[in-house]
């Protein structure tokens, strides 16, 4: 029966420790998404037809993201935050800079997922797992993709 007791135990902190986790993910997203706002509406010169696109494209994909963290973080009866995480956003109208935060923000947001999977893994919802894991794959590929475009 202790045996018992103690794993249900493990397996209530490993769910608390997620719902944290999901919450920082969340957070991420949040910033995100006030970042590429800004960021789309500020952009000038010759690269804002294009930067626009991308930095609109993005505030959806977090937009999205964030809404699939927020349904996990209910599945597993956590309560979600509504606050962006804290730091703070530069306000550039030079577009590499743009880029460059824009780089270090999904980078921030892989190292999230990354904590993550192995914490949903734990707890043994494969639903869960596969759809947090779309979402660290899109991070990557924006990472990748930013990488790319700072490159001269």
Known sequence: MTRHHSSIEAEGMSEKQLVNALNRALAWELRAIALYAHYSAYVSGIHRLHLTAHFNNEVNESVTHAATVRSAIVKLDGTAI???DDTPIVHTSNYKEMLTEAYETEKKAVETYRQILPLVE???DTELYDSLEVVYFDEQR???EL???LKD
Do not use: A, H, L
């Open 82 to 84: 509504t606050e962006r």
């Open 122 to 124: 734990k707890i043994g």
């Open 142 to 144: 924006s990472v990748e």
């Open 147 to 149: 990488r790319m475009m």
